[in-house]
């Protein structure tokens, strides 16, 4: 990793940025720091974070004037002395406020502000103040934006659209007739909001008829799509996304899912339709998610797992079908070991055919097995 470096970056002491980021500091408090970066290449201008055991020796080897560290972090007497640390609750999170403290960067995600010129905007479009629309964006017929939203270049905005307050939309995102986006709410480019959702007849000749999706997509607020995300609108009422939200790249949210508050949903992941998700719930890259199920609060699926039924109580769960981790894992290590097994069965099945064969002979050598039956 190179140093993160800023145009015209600031410089503060270590007393400073604790008190800017309100975390407890362990060192010398009038020691200048400008910028961030990772340990191995961190100078003593530089904070740099440890969060993982794993990097506990690139941790001690560091020459970072300041080190970001967990409040629940175990560390000997010794290192505490030679180094300096800013103490978090987060260490992940505090590193990124301090990656912002440094950055004069625009926070606006391009130079084109405004309404541009070559944006199409519908006369009955509604427009709140400080709105971006950029280049070739079309914000169709009643469409309505909220106050210091930003919409990407080549973006459409359908007919009867709401978007909130302070929202981004990348450019080349699609969000499609009557779909209602809340506050703050990010859209990666290429996501496609409000698709039709998959849903055929088939007649007697194995002919396949669309069904109409008429209902719509609800966002709510603080949440998160990822780039070339689609979530398909419902047949009839709502596909909702809850509050707090953040799904990944390339997930494909089915018609009529409900998705709960603050889940995390990682990249591929696929949900079938009318699915419904608790609060906090967590699935893995590329789980497949079977329609009309649901999942509980605070259930975790691991990669690469298929739900084929609701999971009602919270805790991990991995496979296929997914089960309980626990229960996953055995039958895992079994599975790796199953060479194995097969052998010592062969080598048990030979050996209790040669004491049945013994056991079937008299004293003289005779087979006596049919007297004896």
Avoid at 226 to 248: C, M, P
Wanted: glycine letters at 10%.
């Amino acid at each position: 990793m190179k140093k993160i470096v800023f145009p015209s970056s600031p410089s503060y002491t270590l007393q400073e940025i604790a008190k800017i980021l309100k975390v407890e500091l362990r060192g010398d408090p009038q020691l200048k720091i400008s910028g961030v970066n990772d340990l191995d290449s961190a100078k003593e201008s530089d904070v740099s974070f440890f969060s993982n055991p794993r990097y506990e020796q690139a941790m001690k080897k560091s020459q970072a004037g300041a080190i970001v560290i967990s409040n629940k972090q175990d560390l000997q007497e010794e290192i505490i002395c030679q180094k300096n640390f800013l103490i978090a609750e987060d260490p992940s999170r505090t590193f990124q406020e301090l990656v912002e403290l440094f950055s004069n960067a625009k926070k606006e995600p391009s130079a084109f502000l405004g309404i541009h010129s070559t944006a199409v905007i519908h006369e009955s479009a509604q427009i709140e103040e400080g709105v971006t629309c950029g280049p070739y964006v079309v914000v169709d017929a009643n469409a309505h934006i909220g106050k210091n939203s930003f919409i990407g270049c080549a973006s459409y905005i359908g007919m009867d659209v709401k978007i909130g307050n302070e929202c981004v939309i990348h450019p080349q995102v699609v969000i499609r007739e009557g779909c209602i986006i809340g506050n703050r709410v990010v859209i990666q480019p290429g996501a496609i909001i409000g698709s039709c959702g998959f849903g055929f007849t088939t007649d007697k000749n194995g002919c396949h008829s669309k069904l109409n999706q008429v209902g719509t997509v609800i966002i709510e607020d603080d949440v998160e799509i990822g780039a070339n995300t689609t979530i398909d609108r419902a047949r009839f009422q709502a596909t909702t996304i809850g509050e707090g939200s953040k799904i990944d790249n390339l997930v494909q949210i089915g018609h009529g899912v409900i998705i709960g508050k603050h889940n995390f949903i990682i990249a591929q992941t696929g949900i079938a339709g009318s699915t419904e998700t608790g609060k906090h719930v967590i699935l893995a890259g590329q789980v497949a998610v079977n329609g009309h199920i649901k999942l509980g609060d605070g259930v975790v699926v691991s990669a690469r797992s298929g739900v084929s039924k609701s999971l009602l109580k919270a805790g991990k769960y991995g496979g296929v079908p997914a089960m309980p981790l626990a229960d996953y894992n055995r039958m895992a290590v079994h599975l790796q070991n199953i060479e194995n097994l097969v052998q010592e069965h062969k080598l048990l099945k030979k050996k209790i055919l040669e004491l049945l064969n013994l056991d079937s002979l008299n004293e003289e050598g005779q087979d006596i097995s049919a007297s004896s039956t």
